[in-house]
């Protein structure tokens, strides 16, 4: 006797040019069972996300600060959807705390450093990067973690590392970075939250 699995509905909330937005959404119509992106909402209409998303044929809603930070609104779209997971890929706003509060261990953000490291106000992309390199560390990577109130705080749910030599520049960083982020975490959003 066969099961029926049940999908369950993500949305991607992103800011930029939506690579890693487009991984999850191929990841997720590539594997049987889990879940499936059935929106993308964005805070700049012209974030390269925006294009991706409507060429995978993702309903996608570019939606201003206040829109999303007003609860009848958001939340409205968000059960318009059926909607059981966020993921935050490059989402550069802070969630409005109705989000994290209606789906409680169910908002989900990647951060391109080991946090703690280089995370907080200000640290995304090239940002980090810089940083990175400007410490002279010898290891940076990708951390998967819980959205809580306060920004790349919440609980780690996982973390993978690459080495970064002397002669690596910010630029060689974030490809390292982001062949990370492409490798886990898609199949880290099916494993845990799905």
């Known amino acids: 006797m066969k099961t029926k699995c049940t999908m369950k509905k993500i949305a991607i909330f992103a800011s930029g040019a939506g690579s890693n937005a487009e991984n999850i959404i191929r990841y997720m119509r590539e594997n049987q069972c889990g879940g499936e992106v059935a929106l993308v909402v964005c805070n700049r209409p012209d974030a390269g996300v925006v294009e991706r998303a409507r060429r995978l044929d993702v309903p996608v809603h570019v939606m201003t600060r206040a829109e999303i930070n007003d609860a009848c609104t958001m939340l409205g779209l968000l059960d318009e959807y059926s909607i059981d997971v966020v993921v935050l890929a490059g989402f550069l706003l802070m969630v409005p705390t109705f989000i994290l509060d209606r789906y409680k261990d169910k908002v989900v953000n990647i951060h391109p450093s080991l946090l703690p490291k280089y995370g907080g106000k200000g640290m995304y992309g090239r940002h980090v990067h810089e940083a990175v390199v400007a410490a002279g560390e010898t290891v ?38 982001h062949a990370l982020e492409r490798e886990h975490f898609a199949r880290v959003i099916s494993e845990e939250f799905l």
Request: net charge negative; glycine share 6%; charged share 25%.
């Open 140 to 177: 940076s990577g990708i951390t998967i973690h819980l959205v809580s109130e306060v920004c790349d705080e919440g609980r780690i749910v996982f973390q993978a590392s690459v080495p970064v030599s002397s002669a690596d520049t910010a630029a060689d960083v974030e490809r390292k970075i």
